[in-house]
């Protein structure tokens, strides 16, 4: 999947469009998101950098437990099958809207919805050195879930879209 440029001055009918094809490619790409996941931190995050900072632990921390390469350590064409699916948005500014973020993942065939669950929260209790963390985790039923998620990109900016770290196929 081609990566979408981070421009607030994006005309809006074009956001609207990039915020489309981001829905279909995680509604209908061959990554199969299935699961949908918001990390809520447990104390006040001031700036969208160290919420990237924390992103970036997490899903270097759910690719290892989940038994991915490192892609970034690789010395040969990029292969994004060697990472989990990852589909993240970044919500919230810091200031009038506490910072959380959305994730669409796929949840591997061998694990139970309560043992992913347990996974999810177990890594955001790593990344966040906190016990008192809040994780939301459920199927994903219906398109519903990729329109919420990137509500924010249609909308207001394309920020909201964590370019570098996600991972759609």
């Known amino acids: 999947m081609q990566k979408f440029k981070q ?18 490619s ?8 299935d699961y949908a996941v918001t990390l809520t931190f447990p104390y006040k ?5 160290e919420v990237q900072e924390r992103l970036k632990f997490f899903r270097d921390k759910y690719n290892a437990s989940l038994n991915y390469k490192k892609n970034h350590l690789r010395s040969v064409k990029y292969d ?4 989990a699916p990852f589909a993240a948005f970044i919500e919230g500014d810091g200031i009038d809207k506490h910072f959380h973020i959305h994730l ?3 949840k591997p065939e061998d694990y139970s919805d309560e043992r992913f669950a347990m996974l999810i929260a177990l890594l955001w209790q790593e990344v966040t ?14 398109e519903g879930w990729a329109e919420y ?4 990109f249609g909308t207001c900016n394309t920020s909201a879209y964590d370019e570098l770290n996600n991972n759609i196929y």
């Open 149 to 152: 998620i990137t509500k924010q």
């Open 129 to 142: 050195h906190r016990p008192d963390t809040h994780t939301k985790c459920k199927a994903i039923y219906s």
């Open 80 to 83: 994004c099958k060697l990472s």
């Open 45 to 49: 995050v001031h700036s969208r950098e």
């Open 26 to 33: 995680i509604t209908q790409g061959a990554a199969n998101f």
């Open 104 to 106: 669409a993942l796929h």
């Open 7 to 24: 421009d607030t001055h994006i005309n809006p009918l074009n956001r609207q469009a990039v915020r489309e094809e981001i829905t279909k």
